[in-house]
């Protein structure tokens, strides 16, 4: 089973709201990290954040990290057209040899 | 934008053929991996490298096979294409980690090569 489970699978906001993802992984993670994948492309890094970080700012991005309960989250705000993608998140637990992503939330912008 | 390149970039071919699958990267990163992903759905590591003459195969059970003679190059084969080969392929790379194993590095991905065998 895959290692993180990012809820909602799907979600469709106004132009301007804010839009916040999760991502829930099972075993003790090194570091977090959250992609965007655009419609037939490849992925592209937003943000990584440490085990013993809890918060992580980057532009509109904010994402938070609570090893406790084994979740992040990813908020944009002030959403814009061109933020419409899926967002993965992807964890490492150093343990082995492969970084594992989530199931995707798959986030439209209305204009 | 990673500098990271895959060819082709859709790919219909009949089933039996052998194809291959280029992926190259201009940033001079060891690590490259190689992805599979269905429409809408998670990514699955099938291959990887740590270098030049290292290969290893990933979590997911692929009939594919890799070469790393060079370091930006990083090609994926499939001797003989069938219909559940169908999928879109992706090749990333990434700077080195605090040790082999460790992905505290950013993946940079190619656009993919989306394949469908008929």
């Known amino acids: 089973s895959q290692q993180g489970e990012e809820d909602p699978q799907a979600l469709s906001i106004q132009e301007g709201e804010n839009a916040t993802m999760n991502c829930s992984y099972k075993?003790?993670?090194?570091?977090l990290q959250w992609y965007r994948q655009n419609s037939g492309r490849g992925l592209v890094h937003l943000i990584l954040?440490?085990?013993?970080?809890r918060e992580k700012h980057s532009g509109r991005l904010r994402v938070t990290l609570d090893t406790s309960k084994k979740s992040s989250s990813l908020l944009i705000t002030a959403s814009r057209a061109a933020d419409t993608a899926s967002y993965f998140c992807a964890t490492d637990n150093g343990g082995n040899e492969k970084l594992t992503f989530g199931t995707g939330t798959r986030l439209t912008i209305i204009p | 934008e990673a500098d990271i390149y895959q060819t082709p970039r859709y790919l219909v071919i009949g089933t039996g053929k052998k194809i291959t699958l280029e992926c190259s990267q201009t940033?001079?990163?060891?690590?490259m991996y190689w992805y599979q992903q269905d429409p809408g759905m998670e990514l699955h590591l099938i291959h990887y490298s740590y270098g030049v003459n290292s290969t290893e195969k990933g979590d997911l059970s692929s009939e594919s096979t890799v070469s790393r003679i060079r370091t930006e190059h990083f090609p994926l084969t499939l001797e003989s294409a069938r219909p559940s080969h169908t999928s879109q392929y992706l090749c990333?790379?990434?700077?080195?980690?605090?040790?082999?194993?460790?992905?505290?590095?950013?993946?940079?991905f190619g656009n993919g090569t989306r394949l469908t065998v008929t």
């Open positions: 940033m001079g990163h060891d690590k």
């Open positions: 954040i440490r085990s013993n970080e």
């Open positions: 075993t003790s993670i090194n570091n």
């Open positions: 990333a790379s990434s700077e080195d980690g605090q040790g082999i194993g460790s992905y505290n590095s950013p993946l940079h």
